[in-house]
């Protein structure tokens, strides 16, 4: 009879285990960088210290380089003005959806640490909208190619980064969400 008790209180264990598991952090299966390039509006991120002081309007623009890289180009408002941060981007070998960037000068690109994850994690079918993470759940950004986002898509790209994991406790708006 003492078993029944060490059974129940086990089967109530992993149904909370199982009502608390999120699925992993997953890149998307296919990302044509041809059509990822351009420029998009930063509609919402975590915080991360190389952003604390942006304000607003703040963009990412990405390009095709010649030797299979892309470049990166953050802008943004800041009380003072407008401040910018150009980078490089490099594919994840057999990974289409992720990508390594870094901001460190080109002679530091051999150190390791330099390189941060940029997991393209959901991303609109025409390439309007997209969520960008890391496996560590430490950063992420909702981006349109518009400087606004319709509320309900919002909500539902904000519910896809919530079953990957991502605490959007502390998430940021930085653009209009109507």
């Not at 003492?2 to 999120?22: E, G, I, M």
């Not at 969520?131 to 904000?158: C, N, Q, T």
Request: with cysteine.
């Amino acid at each position: 009879m003492r078993l029944r008790p060490a059974l129940l209180s086990f089967s109530l264990l992993l149904t909370a285990f199982a009502a608390t598991a999120v699925e992993p952090v997953r890149s998307v299966p296919a990302l044509d960088m041809g059509r990822y390039a351009g420029q998009w509006h930063e509609i919402a991120h975590l915080p991360v210290s190389f952003q604390k002081k942006c304000l607003g309007d703040i963009t990412a623009t990405y390009a095709l380089r010649g030797d299979g890289r892309i470049s990166v180009y953050n802008a943004c408002r800041t009380a003072e003005g407008r401040i910018a941060a150009e980078g490089v981007a490099r594919p994840v070998e057999g990974e289409p959806g992720q990508l390594q960037v870094r901001f460190a000068p080109d002679w530091l690109s051999w150190v390791p640490f330099v390189w941060a994850d940029y997991w393209v994690i959901a991303l609109d079918p025409d390439y309007q909208w997209v969520v960008v993470g890391d496996p560590g759940h430490k950063y992420l950004w909702i981006l349109s190619r518009s400087p606004s986002m319709d509320a309900r898509l919002f909500a539902e790209l904000k519910g896809k980064a919530e079953a990957m994991g991502y605490d959007l406790g502390p998430l940021k708006v930085m653009a209009p969400v109507e």
